[in-house]
Nanobody, 119 residues
Framework: QLQASGGGLVEVGGSLRLSCAVS????????VGWFRQAPGKEREFVTA????????SYADSVKGRFTVSREYAKNTLYLQMNNLKPEDTAVYYC??????????????WGQGTLVTVSS
């Protein structure tokens, strides 16, 4: 129901855009977002966007560098990542909440896509 893509190897300071194809039922009804898990660390919240697309939430570590957006015609969630840093290296997961707003822990998860930032 959620499938992420777009990961890869990028140099420090570079940019990358992740995509997540979401089933229509989920995309139309729920908030969606991105999480990441770095090697040896727990999974952490990156960003999320409510159902209307008018309210976004970001982790402090990515504010000003990452932008989340959703394209309703394609049922796709995007994560534009700019000015990437080595600490952004992680497996990135897209996820859907079970509400229109960004509340609690998402119950729906896609497979991850690996982002590696090289210095």
């Amino acid at each position: 129901q959620l499938q992420a893509s777009g990961g890869g190897l990028v140099e420090v300071g570079g940019s990358l855009r992740l995509s997540c194809a979401v089933s229509g039922r989920i995309f139309r009804n729920y908030a969606v977002g991105w999480f990441r898990q770095a090697p040896g660390k727990e999974r952490e919240f990156v960003t999320a966007l409510n159902r209307s697309g008018k309210r976004a939430s970001y982790a402090d570590s990515v504010k000003g560098r990452f932008t989340v957006s959703r394209e309703y015609a394609k049922n796709t969630l995007y994560l534009q990542m700019n000015n990437l840093k080595p600490e952004d290296t992680a497996v990135y997961y897209c996820a859907s909440y079970s509400s229109a707003g960004i509340y609690g822990t998402p119950p729906y998860w896609g497979q991850g896509t690996l982002v590696t930032v090289s210095s």
